[in-house]
């Protein structure tokens, strides 16, 4: 995670000319540093023989690796190694050498055993990367079967996921993984550059003519530069070695920011996690009497700051704190935490979870403080917030305007920052329209990257995890903690990286293409959002986007689908046959009425065929529209909302204001996108109700990015958020 001070653009001297890099979107890449490829008794001394020249590599590494940590650059390991059935290892790499007519070098082979245990096998102590180079909590480590870092890994995602763009490249071997990887990265449109005394390989001779390869006939591949100016270029922007600086005697106060680069920053300066915690709490307990209705459990005080002791203990290493180390967060009441009730805001169907939905796991993994679960529409159905027993929180910027739902209470809290970030959900819209109702970030990732096991369904083959946060950074941040490819989650996609490349550097690494819809469709907005939906439009032109026409027709049948068609009839599906039945008098009124609506359509499976194969019909049209083709554009921008409901105006006809507000979310997971809500701007309350006060109201945009195209949309967000704020 880069620090604020740093520069947008910092430059080297290298070949064959200077490197310019953005360190927001630099990696530290360190291949393969391995006990096998570095020690005596590995694979590497079966390979090359002599190891001095390697060894050397690893202090020069190490200081590498110090300064880009302490400048705030994202690092990545690789290690090269295979599975333990050897199913990931092709003969060219276990056959090849060893078949050689004089071969006497390799009688020992990839999965053989040596005195660090079986070579190049995932697991063995002779597998891990050196002591001296040990990778930090937050660090990703890419395990790869290949001398490349991009055949069959995870990588090409991962880097995308983070933004980045450039590599500073080191580790061993300069003749094989190291080479091979600046050329396959080089190929997905990452700028490279190769730091010298920081790798090595096992022929000298070869180190000299690979490294001249890379940076040959102006560029071929890449730049290569000295260890030494890239150290003095970074250390005015780097933090002291906490192990340098005395310990504060008295701890830092707390500002009261929850952004995570924020709290981040505090607690390497020695804040406590328990001072965030009781700020927190107390802050909590002032909110409630202002915008009760927000929680329907809160996790008691001792338990809290208990955690918040218990991960100060556990991580006293300042320098070295997991990617969400003290951040306070909380989950929507249809997700299960163990010993919790999971309530779905419906009291009948209330269970205690036996374990925690994988999602919580892993952000409590990486250092998260749990609060509470939050409140929701009932069965997360609705979009209003106005359809829970357990009370109706209310916009954070107007106390008569709804909260939105199904995620109402999620993105309350984090509009109120009363947490850093919350886990919500999205089937139809869920997770976007609260988060442009609070004036927060709403990401919707693309379906089955995130597991939704220990969800409760709403929908089960259209529901998804939703994260809602402060910024678009922060979103991004909780989404590459929480993604793992889960196979107990039947929707889950596959997590390898998605073949388009990166745009570095030039025209291209500015310029993107944008839809919208057309007027027709925007007719149904309030006229102060149409208003403002062309700001955000003459904003996006102003920051390098271009504006395309687009075939919207499959967004707006697939949107109508989803109520019109027979699709709602999954809300009963995860159901028990006679559950409807028994509970009808337990349930919200209007979540019965829409209930016993879809009942009496009877719909039939021949229309429900239907409906799936014009789903299957419009996902193929919309990837053509969010597609490499001709007439293709990186994201279609659409107003997260039509309009903002007054709770009174949500009562009096509670199921057609309701479905007015999908207007631009219903098609989200139909057509498998990914979503992103982001805060464009406010305007004054009487501007949508004419004689009404001038009190702000928040305007969202949403970014709808095609199927797996998650990094990308988020990055044109993360822009388009980023203009907003320096304006
Ligand atoms: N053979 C050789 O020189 N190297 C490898 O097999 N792996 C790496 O370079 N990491």
Avoid at 35 to 60: H, K
Avoid at 338 to 365: M, N
Avoid at 615 to 635: I, M, N, P, S
Wanted: hydrophobic share 40%; aromatic share 8%; with cysteine.
């Amino acid at each position: 995670m880069a620090t604020s001070q740093l520069p947008s653009l910092l430059s080297i001297d290298a070949k064959p000319y200077a490197f310019a890099f953005p360190p927001q979107h630099t990696a530290l890449l360190v291949i393969d540093m391995q006990r096998d490829f570095l020690l005596a008794g590995g694979f590497g001394a079966i390979q090359g023989g002599n190891l001095e020249a390697v060894q050397a590599s690893i202090a020069p590494t190490k200081k590498l690796l110090e300064v880009c940590r302490r400048a705030g650059l994202t690092v990545f390991h690789t290690r090269e190694g295979h599975k333990p059935d050897m199913s990931d290892c092709p003969s060219s790499k276990l056959v090849r050498q060893a078949e050689a007519p004089e071969n006497t070098q390799h009688t020992l082979v990839i999965g053989d055993k040596g005195p660090m245990g079986r070579l190049l096998v995932r697991g063995e102590y002779g597998h891990d990367i050196v002591d001296e180079l040990a990778p930090l909590p937050g660090e990703v480590v890419i395990d790869k079967p290949g001398k490349g870092s991009f055949w069959n890994t995870t990588i090409l995602h991962k880097l995308k996921a983070r933004a980045i763009t450039h590599l500073i490249v080191a580790g061993v071997t300069t003749e094989c993984c190291f080479a091979t990887t600046i050329r396959e990265a080089n190929d997905r449109g990452f700028e490279c550059c190769g730091i010298e005394e920081a790798t090595a390989g096992y022929n000298a001779e070869f180190k000299c003519s690979s490294l001249e390869m890379l940076y040959w006939s102006q560029g071929l591949f890449g730049f290569v530069s000295s260890l030494q100016p890239l150290v003095d270029t970074l250390e005015p922007y780097t933090t002291a070695p906490t192990s340098l600086t005395s310990p504060p005697i008295t701890p830092p106060a707390w500002d009261g920011n929850v952004t995570i680069p924020s709290l981040q920053a505090a607690y390497r300066a020695g804040l406590s996690p328990v001072t965030v915690a009781e700020g927190v709490l107390k802050y909590i307990e002032q909110y409630e009497t202002e915008n009760p209705g927000v929680w329907i459990h809160r996790v008691p005080k001792d338990v809290v700051l208990e955690a918040a002791k218990a991960l100060a203990a556990k991580y006293p290493d300042k320098s070295a704190l997991p990617p969400l180390f003290g951040v306070p967060f909380n989950i929507k009441d249809s997700l299960d935490v163990a010993g919790l009730p999971t309530t779905t805001a419906c009291p009948p169907l209330t269970h205690i979870a036996s374990t925690s939905s994988p999602v919580y796991d892993s952000v409590i993994a990486q250092g998260a403080l749990f609060i509470g679960k939050t409140n929701l529409d009932q069965l997360a159905t609705g979009l209003t917030g106005c359809r829970s027993p357990y009370g109706r929180p209310h916009s954070v910027f107007h106390n008569d305007y709804i909260s939105g739902g199904s995620s109402s209470g999620n993105c309350v809290s984090v509009g109120a920052s009363l947490v850093s970030f919350s886990i919500a959900t999205d089937t139809a819209g869920s997770g976007r329209v609260p988060s442009g109702f609070n004036g927060v970030v709403g990401y919707k990732p693309t379906r089955g990257l995130l597991s939704t096991v220990g969800l409760v369904p709403a929908c089960l083959s259209l529901d998804c995890i939703a994260i809602i946060s402060r910024t678009v950074a922060d979103a991004r941040t909780v989404w590459q903690v929480a993604e793992a490819y889960d196979p107990r989650d039947r929707y889950a996609k596959n997590p390898l990286g998605f073949e388009r490349h990166v745009n570095a550097t030039g025209p291209g690494a500015r310029k993107f293409t944008f839809g919208i819809p057309p007027p027709e469709a925007l007719s149904v907005c309030a006229p102060v959002y149409r208003a403002m939906f062309h700001k955000a439009i003459a904003r996006l032109q102003a920051m390098g986007g271009e504006l395309r026409p687009i075939d919207w027709s499959p967004f707006e049948k697939a949107g109508r689908l989803l109520y019109d068609g027979t699709f709602v009839s999954e809300r009963l599906a995860s159901l028990p046959d006679d559950w409807l039945e028994k509970n009808r008098g337990h349930l919200h009124p209007v979540i019965r009425e829409l209930f016993e609506a879809v009942e009496a359509r009877g719909s039939t499976a021949v229309q429900a065929y239907r409906d799936l194969q014009a789903k299957a019909l419009y996902t193929r049209q919309a990837e053509l529209v969010l597609g490499y083709g001709d007439g293709g554009v990186d994201v279609v921008v659409v107003p997260t909302a039509p309009t903002h409901w007054t709770v009174e105006e949500v009562l009096e006809d509670p199921i057609r204001k309701n479905s007015a507000l999908g207007e631009f979310t219903h098609f989200g997971n139909v057509l498998d996108l990914c979503c992103v809500a982001v805060p464009a701007g406010a305007y004054a309350e009487g501007e949508l109700r004419p004689g009404a006060g001038d009190a702000p109201l928040p305007f969202s945009v949403t970014f709808l990015g095609g199927s797996r195209m998650d990094a990308e949309t988020l990055e044109i967000a993360r822009r388009f958020e980023q203009g907003l704020l320096n304006r």
